[in-house]
């Protein structure tokens, strides 16, 4: 079965930089487009940023663009979040998403597989 374990997140102060992980596995990597979403209580988990199954197209909410970039690395079946100049409001719990279907340009926002999210903390 498809396992998505993320891991990078924690604590760091506004300004700071994070690098998150999602190591996959249980069926061909290279074939699905990947995501990252995050959610805070209480309000709705949102998109953070996609890339295709091949890594040559991205796409990244506003809140975020040109702070985070996302990337994979298809023989080690692993996707990550770089996350730069990290704001407050950027806390939350964030979640790796796979999409159900292959080769696609990016995962839709419920019908993907999903890791069990890694809290990341921004502190003023």
């Known amino acids: 079965q498809v396992q998505l374990v993320e891991s990078g997140g924690g604590l760091v102060q506004a300004g700071g930089s994070l690098r998150l992980s999602c190591a996959a596995s249980?069926?061909?990597?290279?074939?699905?487009?990947m995501g990252w979403f995050r959610q805070t209580p209480g309000r709705e988990r949102e998109l953070v940023g996609t890339?295709?199954?091949?890594?040559?197209?991205?796409y990244y909410a506003d809140s975020v663009k040109g702070r985070f970039t996302i990337s994979r690395d298809n023989p080690k079946n692993t996707v990550y979040l770089q996350m730069n100049s990290l704001k407050p409001e950027d806390t939350a719990v964030y979640y790796c998403?796979?999409?159900?279907?292959?080769?696609?340009?990016?995962?839709?926002?419920?019908?993907?597989?999903w890791g069990q999210g890694t809290q990341v903390t921004v502190s003023p």
């Open positions: 998403a796979q999409d159900r279907t292959p080769y696609t340009v990016a995962p839709g926002p419920n019908d993907n597989y």
């Open positions: 249980g069926r061909t990597f290279s074939r699905y487009a």
């Open positions: 890339i295709n199954w091949t890594g040559g197209s991205t």
